[in-house]
């Protein structure tokens, strides 16, 4: 599963106020969280399947645009039929994100109370104290430095 598919699923659910985490992002901390040698190789064989069908529905959606294209491109744009590749694409683009959340899902359910406890604890230390009510606002340089964190290590994205 990729990066940036994983992060913009999470950014929405962490919007909602549920936390789920990158699967690979759980393989790189395994040590740190608890993970048993079982549970990695789950984890993996999930994100390996999830790879395969992702790959598969990447296709369909970039098929779908480049025959969207090619029917604006022509003399006379049959409105319909660019309809049908734009439902196409939006088909392909919505089963991505059910695999996606499927995914975490899955490998959420994998995941000990402990470890998630974990993870918890992990999130809270890299995204510091939440400033309180009447708290003063932060600098424009704090600003600035927090967005330039590329830290892919990020675990609501």
């Known amino acids: 599963m990729g990066p940036e598919g994983d992060h913009e699923v999470m950014r929405e659910l962490a919007g909602l106020g549920v936390h789920f985490y990158p699967p690979s992002m759980l393989i790189r901390h395994a040590r740190e969280i608890g993970l048993t040698p079982d549970q990695l190789s789950r984890i993996r064989?999930?994100?390996?399947?999830?790879?395969?069908?992702?790959?598969?529905?990447?296709a369909?959606?970039?098929?779908?645009?480049?025959?969207?294209?090619?029917?604006?491109?022509?003399?006379?744009?049959?409105?319909?039929?660019?309809?049908?590749?734009?439902d196409e694409a939006t088909r392909a683009h919505a089963e991505m994100h059910k695999l996606r959340l499927g995914t975490m899902l899955r490998v959420h359910a994998l995941l000990t109370p402990e470890q998630r406890q974990k993870?918890?604890?992990?999130?809270?230390?890299?995204?510091?104290?939440k400033p309180t009510a009447g708290a003063a606002a932060p600098s424009p340089a704090a600003i600035g430095e927090a967005?330039?964190?590329?830290?892919?290590d990020d675990i609501d994205g």
Do not use: N, Y
Not at 45 to 58: I, K
Not at 119 to 129: C, M, T, V, W, Y
Not at 147 to 152: A, H, K, P, R
């Open 45 to 58: 064989q999930e994100l390996l399947g999830t790879r395969a069908h992702e790959v598969d529905l990447s």
């Open 119 to 129: 993870i918890e604890e992990r999130r809270s230390r890299r995204d510091g104290p």
């Open 60 to 86: 369909k959606l970039e098929h779908a645009r480049l025959e969207a294209v090619r029917l604006l491109a022509a003399d006379k744009v049959d409105e319909r039929a660019v309809g049908a590749q734009i």
């Open 147 to 152: 967005e330039g964190d590329d830290d892919d």
